[in-house]
Every structure is written in C-alpha cells, then in structure tokens.
Nanobody, 131 residues
Framework: EVHLAESGGGLVQAGGSLRLSCAVS????????????IAWFRQAPGTEREGDLC??????????YYAVSVKGRFTFSKDNAKNTVYLQMNSLKPEDTAVYYC??????????????????WGQGTQVTVSS
C-alpha cells in the first residue's frame, strides 16, 4: 500500500519560509510516483479536517493548480529519484497556520482538486506562523 510521510513543519515568524517534504513509498509492479496525482491540503484550527486545498498536481504532465490563497507564495516540486514531493512556503502569514497533509491518488495526467477523491494521506505536519 502507498504510504505518505510529511515532515518539515514548525514554528516560524510571519514573512518567513518553510519547506515541507512528503516521502511517498509502497509502489509495486513498476508503478512510480509519476502514476499518482499528489496534492497538499491543510486544516486550520477549528476547521474541517484536510479541507483546504493548497496545491494539486497531475501525475506526469507537469500541471499544477495553486489555490488563490497560496498562489505566488507556495511552490510545489518533486524529486522522482527520491519519491518525494515538496511544498516550499514563502512569505508566510499567521492565517497559514494549519496542519498540512499530502495526499495521493492513482490518476494519469489529471488535476484532482476534491479531497474526497484522494485515497492515500500522510499523518500531517504542523505549521505555526506567529505574528
């Protein structure tokens, strides 16, 4: 089974930066990370679990969707050799405070923006932005 593990969260002052990592493992039968659509969601305090989509990416054609709230500040990247995806977060704001989750679903070249369609989730990593 596919397993996702986030890391890199922490406490940062407003205006600062953090880079989150999500290591993806458990591939079998020649399947690779390029067979999966991957997204970053977040759950702010007092809101629905994993409810806020930050970034959605298609599997291998390079398309990336950025939510309006993070566009221009957050950047997605992927290291195929390490089966790891990253979320570079710059110009952080207190309202970015949340638990951040990466999620994956087997999908070929599709941008998947609904959390209900993702099959695999990491355990989450806390990001706290102080004012």
């Amino acid at each position: 089974e596919v397993h996702l593990a986030e890391s890199g969260g922490g406490l940062v002052q407003a205006g600062g930066s953090l880079r989150l990592s999500c290591a993806v493992s458990g591939f079998t039968n020649g399947v690779t990370i390029d067979n999966y659509a991957i997204a970053w969601f977040r759950q702010a305090p007092g809101t629905e679990r994993e409810g806020d989509l930050c970034i959605a990416t298609s599997s291998s054609d390079g398309r990336v969707y950025y939510a309006v709230s993070v566009k221009g500040r957050f950047t997605f990247s992927k290291d195929n050799a390490k089966n790891t995806v990253y979320l570079q977060m710059n110009s952080l704001k207190p309202e970015d405070t949340a638990v951040y989750y990466c999620a994956a679903v087997r999908a070929l070249d599709a941008l998947v923006t609904s959390r209900h369609e993702y099959d695999y989730w990491g355990q989450g990593t806390q990001v706290t932005v102080s004012s």
